[in-house]
């Protein structure tokens, strides 16, 4: 059994995102392209947020060693050096996953790995955002049994 803290017992993630270096950038690719529902807080229009509920729970939460993530998208452990290396990532569920792909796609953004359907039968695009987040475009058939 592992130990914790006295006191702290995670429930589920409260939230996430990226701690974004351009407004315009992040805002273009997570409102724009991914469609997520972000609005302005009041009185603060470079923080941007989605309603309570409005993007639902996290799935699945995970640390996910560079080595193996360089492995997912490139086929080697090391990740090229030509690329920022990610400090996190971040999958979203879509309804189309090759609606998904080629839009993103055809926005000029650079696809580290599309439409692959993974040994655990899961099919992912992935792509760096802005903030160098290793982002998935994922369908995810076990998610979305009721």
């Known amino acids: 059994m592992t130990q914790h803290l006295a006191g702290v017992d995670v429930l589920f993630v409260a939230g996430?995102?990226?701690?974004?270096?351009?407004?315009?950038?992040?805002?273009?690719f997570y409102r724009d392209a991914l469609g997520l529902?972000?609005?302005?807080?009041?009185?603060?229009?470079?923080?941007?947020?989605?309603?309570?509920?409005?993007?639902?729970?996290?799935k699945h939460f995970a640390?996910?060693?560079?080595?193996?993530?360089?492995?997912?998208?490139?086929?080697?452990e090391q990740w090229p050096s030509d690329?920022?290396?990610?400090?996190?990532?971040?999958?979203?569920?879509?309804?189309?996953?090759q609606a998904a792909t080629c839009t993103l796609e055809a926005q000029g953004y650079?696809?580290?790995?599309?439409?692959?359907?993974e040994s655990w039968g899961q099919t992912v695009t992935r792509l760096l955002s802005p903030e160098g987040l290793l982002t998935g475009v994922t369908f995810t058939p076990w998610?979305?049994?009721a």
């Open 83 to 97: 690329l920022p290396e990610p400090q996190g990532w971040i999958e979203f569920e879509v309804r189309d996953i």
């Open 110 to 117: 650079r696809l580290l790995v599309a439409e692959r359907e």
């Open 16 to 28: 996430f995102g990226p701690v974004t270096r351009s407004s315009a950038v992040s805002t273009a």
């Open 37 to 58: 529902p972000l609005k302005a807080m009041e009185g603060n229009d470079d923080y941007l947020l989605s309603e309570h509920d409005a993007l639902g729970g996290v």
């Open 63 to 76: 640390l996910w060693p560079l080595a193996q993530a360089a492995l997912s998208c490139f086929g080697s």
């Open 143 to 145: 998610l979305r049994e």
